[in-house]
């Protein structure tokens, strides 16, 4: 979502419904557009369980030759093995992948 047009992203937040999934779930709309700003400045995302207690991922968009997202690639794992320090060090190779699968799909 964060790399949506700015027109249809600022459509789609007001209609989302903001439940709480697990303790740490982001449940209003400034909090969850102002984290869409930094995964959108940053590059990447970072689930620390907030969809499923316990679970922790990064996760970076995959963009086509038009510019638009046309996929991700997300690492996953129980936060007992994804630390914040292990989620750190696969922000790079992540990245990395994206941008040679975005490469591929013909964006310059």
């Known amino acids: 979502m964060a790399f949506l047009p700015e027109a249809e ?6 209609r989302l ?4 999934l ?3 779930t982001i449940t ?5 557009a102002a984290e869409l700003e930094r995964v959108r400045m ?4 970072y689930d620390d369980e907030e969809h499923i ?8 968009p995959v ?4 510019g638009r997202v046309v996929g991700s690639l997300c690492v996953v794992g129980p936060r007992s093995r994804m630390t914040r320090q292990k989620l750190k060090g696969l922000r790079p190779e992540v990245l990395t992948l994206c941008g040679a699968l975005s490469k591929r799909l013909g964006l310059r």
Do not use: D, H, M, V
């Not at 207690?53 to 970076?60: L, V």
């Open 9 to 14: 992203l600022k459509g789609l937040l007001p």
């Open 17 to 20: 419904r903001y439940n709480a």
């Open 22 to 24: 697990a303790p740490r």
């Open 28 to 32: 209003t709309q400034a909090a969850f």
């Open 42 to 45: 940053s590059g990447y995302a």
């Open 53 to 60: 207690e316990g679970i922790r991922c990064i996760a970076a």
């Open 63 to 66: 963009f086509a030759y038009s």
